[in-house]
């Protein structure tokens, strides 16, 4: 069964500061991964997924995961934060197949001090 | 290119009473999800349709909840009657085709309230 583990409901940085979301993941098979961001009143919004080729991934706005199948990690950095990353971010986890089930973190909420 | 549209953005219904929402996704897109955001939770997709047909729906919980997208654009997702716990917000999203590759694109969401 796959499952994800988000460390930490909420992060707190301060502008221009590195942004570190920890991710890890428990999969039976070689997994794909993502980062989502969502924010207020909103949908959520893919920002990168990791699907077996580059073990890093750049995605939009900035940020980038590393994939570390030795620490079952799929970590979520940007080098400076910016007041416009405060929302909540999601990692998920799917083990792929015909349905394609994603499991979801419980998120982290980024808040970004000026 | 406009995104997926959700409706109503807002619900308030008494438990056991009845309640729909409302889904149009990216022109194009062959796949619709449905899935539910508990508070403080991550979104758990509820059932996958690709066209008019159901892919998946092993974690709907069919006692109360139905989901038809009958011409393989909308659609419709139902709760009959609705328990407290039902409270979330629901989140349609729709990609291209189907597959873990796929880019999923979501709507605002309708957050349903049950009092």
């Known amino acids: 069964a796959q499952s994800v583990t988000q460390l930490g409901s909420h992060v707190s940085v301060s502008e221009g500061a590195l942004v570190l979301l920890r991710c890890n993941y428990s999969?039976?098979?070689?997994?794909?991964l993502f980062w989502y961001v969502q924010y207020p009143n909103q949908g959520l919004q893919l920002l990168l997924k990791?699907?077996?080729?580059?073990?890093l991934v750049k995605g939009i706005n900035g940020f980038e995961a590393e994939f570390k199948k030795s620490e079952t990690s799929f970590h979520l950095t940007k080098p400076s934060a910016h007041m416009s990353d405060a929302a909540e971010y999601f990692c998920?986890?799917?083990?792929?197949?015909?349905?394609?089930?994603?499991?979801f973190g419980r998120g982290t909420s980024l808040i970004v001090h000026p | 290119e406009a995104g997926v549209a959700q409706s109503p953005r807002y619900k308030i219904i008494e438990k056991r009473q009845s309640v729909a929402f409302w889904c149009n996704p990216i022109s194009g897109h062959a796949t619709l999800y449905w899935y539910q955001q508990i508070l403080g939770q991550g979104p758990k997709l509820l059932i996958q349709f690709q066209n008019n047909g159901v892919v998946d729906d092993s974690q709907l919980p069919k006692d109360r909840f139905s989901a038809e997208r009958l011409k393989g654009v909308d659609s419709t997702l139902k709760i009959q009657p609705a328990k407290l716990e039902d409270s979330a917000v629901y989140l349609c999203a729709s990609s291209l085709g189907v597959g873990v590759t796929e880019t999923q694109y979501f709507g605002p969401g309708t957050r349903l309230l049950v009092l």
């Open positions: 990791y699907t077996s080729a580059a073990t």
């Open positions: 998920a986890v799917s083990e792929g197949g015909g349905s394609y089930i994603p499991t």
């Open positions: 999969s039976s098979v070689p997994p794909y």
